[in-house]
């Protein structure tokens, strides 16, 4: 019997080569010069001795630096990471015999049936500031062709801001942010080649592990096993192939609005080049920070004062701005959670404490014992949020919403949350109370 496997060792290495990519495909439109690349890292040219390029398909800038340095405002307070691409905007000012063209080019069907090819591309940054982690795929390209046809998948992100705000500590903890910029790619056949491509991997650990708003102790671990997982499928995809990888230490405090750290990606104009060969220029991809905030209960943000962005321009004005505005309600009711919001919300985390039940019942009426019962319990709400991974601003906000907002427990004494220590010294209530209302 002659079955398809013995056709396969009956092609010869010519034929092979030809069926394996179907047909010749179709030039670019335009074809930059390929890069000059040194056999021989000796090499002297006109000016000098030449660079050896080993990392061809990427280039690195680092638009921060001490000269525009404003990384001072975010001791103390949250940002999230923003990520944007220049794609987009690079297309639309080029004309269309400026623009090479990545084809979709099908092979035949007895090629399909004799040998099966997986092309698959990623461009993904790995970012670990912290307790946050997180893996974001920038560029994802798989093209899969094979007996049940031909199926072609390619993202592109164009910005990322949908990560959780996480808090730059005083004591420094997340001052030293550290990002692996990481290129990948695979080239594989098989007479029966299936795979799963990247993009699907991802949007399925999303569904299971959705992003919380704020990064706190409930959903660092969740988020860092997201990320692992991420890298897993990166590795396992592209466990044979080629890779390039940039790693940057980057310091808070040599932010500027108009920096970053940028990455441009160069692709070969066909996918069954060699890659680094007929390289042509994909995009840029810009990663930095977003304008400090003194709070998670607000969206004011530390930034030159333009309130139509809500922005004010120093910690206090921001701070002073979102205290008109916050509601003691909408304190209590702010979820740490995606999902199962009602479990952590703030005055959940709080009230199903058995510190607190037990408070509720021991006031008296006199002014001084009640005190120092309000103030053992504004302090354990303190410590709840500290503990959560959140600043001191917003413990005071959610002692002042609990003070404000709750119903007032029985036989309370009404001076209990503003009377003073023994020493005289304002109790936690008091000091809160202050710090929030003025007062």
Known sequence: MFNSSSLFRLVPGVLFT???????TTPPTSNPPTPSMPTDPGNVGATGPKMLNVTPLTTLADNDGSAQA????????????????????????????????????????FARYLVGEKYDMNLSVRMKIGAFEATAPLVTLSHQSNSNGEQWSRTISQRL?????????????ASIPTFNIKVAGSKAYSSNMVGKSLDLLVAGLKEVAPEAGVLSSLTAESAKNRSKAIDTAIGQLFSNGMSEEHTVHRDFLKWNRAGGIVVSLQLPAT?????????THVGSWTIT?????PSIFSDWKICPANPAIRCAPTRAAALAALRQEVS?????????????????????????????????????????KDAAVADRVCTEIQNIVIKLGLNHDDADIVTWAFISGMPAPPKIH???????RPDGQPTSCKRALQAVTGR
């Open 18 to 24: 030809l069926l394996a990519s179907g047909c010749s």
């Open 70 to 109: 404003e990384g001072g405002i975010f001791t103390n307070a949250y940002t999230r990471v923003l990520i944007f691409s220049s794609v987009a905007d690079e297309l639309s000012s080029k004309t269309p015999g400026e623009i090479a063209i990545l084809p979709y080019k099908s092979r035949s069907a």
């Open 161 to 173: 801001g949908n990560f959780p705000l996480f808090l730059v500590k005083a004591d420094g903890e």
């Open 271 to 279: 996918e069954s080049s060699s890659w680094e060969k007929q390289l």
């Open 289 to 293: 920070f977003e304008s400090p905030r």
């Open 328 to 368: 003691a309600r909408q304190v209590l009711n702010y979820s740490l959670l995606a999902e199962n919001r009602e479990l952590a919300t703030m005055e959940n985390l709080v009230t199903r404490n058995s510190w607190y039940v037990t408070a509720a019942g021991a006031y008296s009426g006199d002014a001084v």
């Open 414 to 420: 009404n001076k209990a949350f503003r009377a003073a």
